[in-house]
């Protein structure tokens, strides 16, 4: 079976028990930029840690994708692509990078949680981001802020 055909399928399946959900799809996507960091955050979204997820806005814009928005859907993949559960995005909010808060960063749950951590970790990943885009990092860049809650989590076969 194809990642896209899983996708596919696990969407239908959820709408068929969720039929209110059934426009409310936004993507299907991985957190990070590797396998092992998709499996780590996915992991602690499945434990109830993190609650919460920072984008670049740039990287939105560059790629012609559109904003996660309120009550959205989205499909969490494993570092393998592969759907493991279902979010709703239930805040959101555009910040310049240096005035995410103390508490944004905590819903994020990585690290020891703290805001010096999660602007330092941040700092790092966007900055690799940014590379690939022939841009640099800016600390007033636009950081779109998700909070979200898990909705559903696919069973084990």
């Known amino acids: 079976m194809t990642q896209n055909t899983a996708i596919s399928e696990y969407w239908k399946a ?40 920072a984008s670049n806005k740039t990287v939105y814009e560059q790629q012609g994708i559109s904003l996660p928005f309120i009550g959205g859907h989205s499909i969490l993949l494993d570092g393998e692509g592969a759907p493991q559960a279902i979010i709703e995005t239930i805040r959101i909010e555009t910040v310049p990078f240096n005035e995410v808060t103390a508490e944004f960063a905590y819903s994020e749950g990585e690290d ?7 602007r330092h970790e941040h700092e790092v990943y966007f900055t690799r ?7 640099s990092f800016d600390p007033a860049m636009p950081v779109v802020c998700e909070n979200f809650r898990v909705v559903h989590v696919k069973q084990l076969p």
């Open 112 to 118: 020891d949680r703290s805001l010096e951590s999660w």
């Open 14 to 53: 959820y709408v068929e028990e969720h039929p209110e959900a059934a426009d409310k799809f936004d993507s299907a996507w991985a957190f990070g930029d590797s396998p092992r960091l998709a499996d780590e955050l996915l992991e602690l979204v499945l434990k109830g840690i993190k609650t919460g997820t």
């Open 129 to 135: 981001e940014f590379k690939r885009y022939g841009m």
